[in-house]
């Protein structure tokens, strides 16, 4: 007797194996099948909003990803709607809705030249039809960035001008230093030579004696101005 019972608790079990991986299975098909009719209707509604990216979603989205007017559906809401016209009237209002709402915002950011500019906007509705957003915004300080601009502008002005000074400087004082070369450098090269002679003869060669004639150009110069200087007086 004790073997029969346990023969048909064994069958017992196998017969609920086979019916909860049939239940199972059943699920699943119709699981999925909901998911493609959600897809299929969803693809309706998003001609019919063309300004906002429809999804199916489960919870708003809170990551700062870049993407804006964004709207997420409750899956529940999407199968509500599909079964219920009433449902379908009145939710299907509230996308558009939505859409109006969204696009109003941007055009009025734009007309009236705000510095708030949108970088990630991500709107919801449950299953419910209830509404939510999260939205990531940067304020643009153009005034400040226009007097940013003039002072880098100006400091880069300043610093030029600044190079080019010191520049006719530096010329200035290389040419100074050329002058008192050049007004020195013929007594020293003499010199050297009348130490460097055991005969007490010197000898230029043509550049050194091209040194000797422009020195005495020179000189001559500064007399006859003198002179004249001396007449007029």
Same mark, same amino acid.
């Given at each position: ?22 239940? !199972? ?64 009237? !009145? ?27 949108? +970088? ?23 005034l400040n960035e226009k007097l940013r601009k ?35 450098? +013929?007594? !020293? ?45």
């Amino acid at each position: 007797m004790a073997m029969e019972i346990s023969s048909n608790y064994s069958a017992y079990e196998s017969i609920y194996a086979v019916q909860k991986t049939e239940t !199972e299975k059943v699920k699943s098909q119709e699981s999925g099948s909901r998911k493609s009719n959600n897809e299929e209707y969803l693809k309706s509604l998003q001609k019919q909003v063309p300004y906002m990216k429809l999804r199916i979603g489960s919870a708003v989205n809170a990551k700062n990803d870049g993407q804006v007017d964004v709207l997420d559906i409750n899956p529940k809401l999407l199968e509500k709607m599909q079964k219920d016209p009433k449902a379908a009237k !009145e939710y299907g209002q509230r996308i558009k809705d939505v859409e109006n709402a969204h696009k109003f915002v941007d055009s009025y950011l734009k007309s009236t030249g705000s510095t708030v500019t949108v +970088v990630c906007s991500h709107a919801y509705l449950d299953e419910n039809g209830n509404y939510c957003n999260f939205t990531v915004s940067v304020h643009k300080d153009t005034l400040n960035e226009k007097l940013r601009k003039e002072a880098e502008e100006n400091a880069k002005k300043q610093i030029e001008k600044t190079r080019e000074s010191l520049k006719k400087k530096a010329e200035e004082l290389e040419q100074k230093i050329e002058e008192k070369e050049q007004e020195t450098s +013929v007594e !020293e090269m003499i010199d050297k030579k009348l130490a460097d002679s055991e005969d007490g003869f010197i000898y230029l060669d043509d550049k050194e004696m091209q040194q000797v004639i422009l020195k005495t150009k020179e000189e001559n110069a500064k007399k006859e101005a003198g002179t004249y200087l001396d007449v007029q007086v």
